[in-house]
Structure formats: structure tokens, C-alpha cells
């Protein structure tokens, strides 16, 4: 497979996401679409809220210490499952990491075989992740603390007093600090999932190997791979922009039916004593569990179409550039076999 740029990879994954997902299938679509929102969303780590568990509230404390007491054991518990409940969303989202890349690569909704073949690999990644995300949140830091320290200090001390220029010109430079810090951490994020994941998963390289191949690819062609992340950011942009026009549509076709319900449920029932009332009421509650549950279905769907396009699209840009990924996206033509013609037999 030939290198493809970041514009020529555009055309080749939307096909490959047509395919995936056309005829639609709900089944598919869901199946296809939470793999891909714990895919895209492993990065989060849930943690636990601990910040008051030592302290009670004052209120609490001049109270009785049994119920202090009690507050403290129902924080501690709701601390331990958000840790627990982080921690399987972390493990089980990376590994469809893997599994989606595969998916995509090969073209099929078969989840187990690319999750047993990935099972061991998984903890190195997470290991890895973690890892740069606290190296990316120390430099974060670093980056912010000293806008913020200037905005501090400009701070007005006197109530009364006006904030100078200096205030709203250290407030601009702290934002836009935070808006440089919030795109390196994207940007780290995307150079980790799309350049060092696929040469775990198709090369079958240990972290190292894969990290330096990474390195070798960007260093070689950074034009390519810088106008890349910003194709990202563009299909991201418009791919917000359409999700967000497909969720109104649909919820406005969801309401047309269950307003009518509604209302014709409202007509008959709301003059109907109590027991018509607690029906009415019962009812009202029941179309809005299926509201929500359609647009929850929209939504998934919608999000497993937009992440498999940009997981295809990864994949394109990268296929020539790695060969065996190559060979799976456009598998070579079967060699030519040799026609060996028959001994010539004089008459």
C-alpha cells in the first residue's frame, strides 16, 4: 500500500466506515458503538472523592460523633467504588483500544478473537499511559503556574479598587496559557493512541520498540504528520457540528410521536379522579424513559460512526507506512504463478 497524505486518507476511510456500518443494523450500530466510546474514552480515570474524608464538616463536628462518623464510612465507601469502578472503565477501555483498531483494520464486529490476542499487552499500555498522562499533567503545571502567579499578584487588593491593565492582560495570558496546555495534552494523547498503539497491535512490538518506531515515523515526515493533527482537529470540529444536527433532528422526531401520545393521555385522563391522575402521571413517566432511551441509542450510534471514521482515517494514513497494516486495509494481489509450457514434441 502506498503513503497515503492526510487529505488521500480521507476519501479510502469513509468508505471503509460505510462499510462497516451500512446496510444499518442496530445491533451493529450499538455493538460497533460502545467499543468505540470505551475506546475513546480509557483516558478518563475516575477518582475517588477523598478530599474531606479526614475532616467532617464543622457542622457535622459540633453534632453528634456518631453521625460524623457515618459520613465519614459512606464517603470512604463511595470513594472505594468510584476507585474500583475507574479502574475496570480504565483496563476494559484500553483493551478495546486494541480491539477496535482491529475491528477497523480487518473490517468485521468479531470482538473475541482481537481480545484474546491483545490480552497480555494491555497492562504495558495502561502502564504507559498513565505514566505520560502524569508527566503531561506535571508539565501542564509548570506551563500554567506562572501565568497564574502574575494574574495573582495583579489581583486588586482593595475591594473597591478597578482591576488594571495589567490584571486583564495577565487574565488573557492565563487563558490562553490553559487553551496551549489543554492542546499539547490532546496532542500527547493522539500521538500515543495513533502513532505507538498501532505498531503494538499490527507489529506485535513491546512498548520500547514501539515508542522508537513512533519517534523514527514523526521525525521522518513532520510536515505529514503535523498537517495530520490538524486534520484532526478539522474533522473533529465538523464531525461535532453534524453529530450535534443529527441528536436535534432525531429528537425532534422522537417528540413529534410522544407529544401526541402525551397530549391525547393529558385529554383523557387528566379530569379522570385520582386513579386517571396516577396513571396519567405513571405514563408521563414511561414515554420519558423512552425518550431517553431513543436518544441514547442516537447517541451511540452517532459516536460509534464519527470514532470508527477516525480510527479508519488513522489507519489509512498510516497503512503505507507500515506494512503489515498495509497488507490488511489493501491485501496484496495473489502472485502470479509461472505458466510452464508443454515439451515440444517434433511430429
Known amino acids: 500500500m502506498r503513503p497515503l ?30 467499543i468505540a466510546f470505551l475506546a475513546e474514552m480509557s483516558i478518563q480515570f475516575i477518582a475517588p472523592p477523598v478530599g474531606n474524608l479526614g475532616h467532617p464538616s464543622p457542622h457535622l463536628a459540633g453534632g453528634t460523633d456518631a453521625i ?62 498513565v505514566v505520560s498522562f502524569l508527566v503531561i499533567f506535571v508539565v501542564i503545571g509548570a506551563i500554567v503556574a506562572v501565568p497564574f502567579i502574575h494574574l495573582f499578584r495583579s489581583m486588586p487588593t482593595n475591594g473597591g479598587q478597578p482591576p488594571d491593565a495589567a490584571f486583564f492582560g495577565n487574565f488573557f495570558l492565563f487563558f490562553a496559557t490553559i487553551a496551549l496546555a489543554v492542546f ?23 512498548i520500547g520498540t514501539a515508542l522508537s518506531s513512533a519517534a523514527k515515523l514523526m521525525r521522518r515526515e513532520p510536515g505529514s504528520v503535523l498537517f495530520y493533527f490538524l486534520m484532526k482537529v478539522v474533522f473533529a470540529m465538523v464531525a461535532g457540528l453534524a453529530a450535534e444536527l443529527c441528536i436535534f433532528v432525531a429528537a425532534f ?21 385520582p386513579f386517571g391522575t396516577g396513571v396519567l402521571y405513571v405514563s408521563f413517566a414511561l414515554l420519558g424513559l423512552i425518550f ?52 515440444f514434441i517434433p511430429g
Request: hydrophobic share 55%; with cysteine; aromatic share 12%.
Open 5 to 34: 497524505s492526510a487529505v488521500d486518507a480521507f476519501t479510502p476511510a469513509l468508505e471503509r466506515t460505510k462499510a462497516m456500518l451500512l446496510p444499518f443494523s442496530l445491533r451493529r450500530g450499538l455493538k460497533l458503538g460502545l
Open 68 to 129: 460524623a462518623h457515618q459520613v465519614v464510612v459512606a464517603f470512604a465507601v463511595i470513594g472505594v467504588l468510584f476507585f474500583v469502578l475507574g479502574l475496570a472503565f480504565l483496563y476494559f477501555g484500553s483493551r478495546m483500544q486494541f480491539v477496535l483498531m482491529d475491528l477497523v483494520a480487518t473490517r468485521t464486529t468479531v470482538v473475541g478473537p482481537s481480545w484474546r490476542k491483545h490480552g497480555s499487552k494491555t497492562w504495558g499500555w495502561i502502564g504507559l499511559k
Open 184 to 206: 499539547l495534552m490532546m496532542l500527547s494523547i493522539w500521538t500515543l493512541r495513533d502513532f505507538v498503539l498501532p505498531f503494538m497491535v499490527f507489529e506485535d512490538a513491546t
Open 253 to 273: 422526531i422522537a417528540m413529534v410521536p410522544v407529544g401526541i401520545i402525551g397530549g391525547g393521555l393529558w385529554l383523557v385522563l387528566h379530569q379522570a379522579g
Open 292 to 343: 431517553l432511551a431513543f436518544m441514547l441509542v442516537v447517541g451511540i450510534c452517532l459516536s460509534g460512526a464519527v470514532l470508527v471514521f477516525y480510527q479508519a482515517y488513522t489507519l489509512y494514513f498510516l497503512g503505507g507506512r507500515i506494512p503489515a497494516l498495509g497488507d490488511l486495509l489493501e491485501p496484496p494481489p495473489p502472485p502470479l504463478m509461472e505458466v510452464i509450457p508443454p515439451p
